[in-house]
């Protein structure tokens, strides 16, 4: 049977699927040919059948005195459909129901070294999708020892990332001017220190530069109050 498969996902038992599409291939058969086909006995379809004429699926016709039955327009499918995307649905938010419990507790994985700093900010890049946003606390340029590959410009652009940024004048002024990129400058001297912190989807990423250590929180409400607490000081300056 080509379609049993996708039958039953719409909510048919194996049996009511083997009826429909041999109905729906042979047209109108009586119950003793329907059995004969499907290998169902009797008995069995005596139960089944009123129960798919009663979903709209089978119609029940007369042809004399024998009586036979017809597979319905597969249109009639339409509300098992519905039926199975509403319970998709169900199932993906009973599930990110659990995986928001599960990430109450941070997770936080720590990164050593020029790699492991330079992985960190391709996290960046690839979990965010087209159009997104990301806001970067910034106190001193990347020093050049730390080149981006192009696969993160590539992807940067690519995507369209939106970033907006909050930064010290020391950084503000070696910054060239990018499309995508606003930058609003923090009053103040911060010498001596080299870090950026960004926030990004339900993540937090923490990059010291001077120790060459990175890490990255994941926790969707720290994420959010982060986000919240950069765009109240941004609009401030």
Do not use: W
């Amino acid at each position: 049977m080509e379609y049993s498969n996708a039958l039953q996902r719409l909510g048919l038992s194996l049996k009511e699927s083997q009826i429909y599409e041999t109905l729906l291939d042979k047209g109108s058969l009586s119950m003793i040919k329907l059995s004969q086909i499907t290998g169902i006995n009797r008995p069995a379809l005596y139960i089944l059948i009123p129960k798919m004429i009663n979903k709209g699926l089978v119609i029940e016709t007369k042809k004399g005195k024998r009586i036979e039955y017809i597979a319905s327009s597969p249109n009639k499918l339409e509300p098992l459909v519905k039926n199975a995307q509403q319970s998709l649905e169900n199932i993906v938010t009973n599930l990110n129901t659990e995986f928001s419990k599960k990430q109450l507790v941070p997770k936080i994985e720590t990164y050593y070294g020029k790699d492991g700093i330079i992985k960190v900010l391709m996290d960046i890049v690839t979990t965010l999708n087209k159009g997104d946003t990301y806001y970067r606390y910034s106190i001193k340029k990347i020093s050049d020892k730390f080149p981006l590959p192009k696969e993160y410009y590539r992807l940067r652009d690519e995507k369209q990332i939106e970033r907006l940024v909050i930064a010290s004048s020391e950084v503000a002024k070696r910054k060239k001017p990018d499309l995508n990129e606003t930058i609003k400058i923090l009053k103040g001297s911060y010498d001596g220190f080299n870090a950026t912190k960004n926030i990004y989807g339900n993540k937090i990423a923490f990059t010291d530069y001077e120790n060459e250590v990175a890490f990255i929180i994941y926790n969707e409400k720290m994420a959010k109050l982060e986000k919240e607490i950069f765009l109240n000081l941004y609009k401030t300056l």
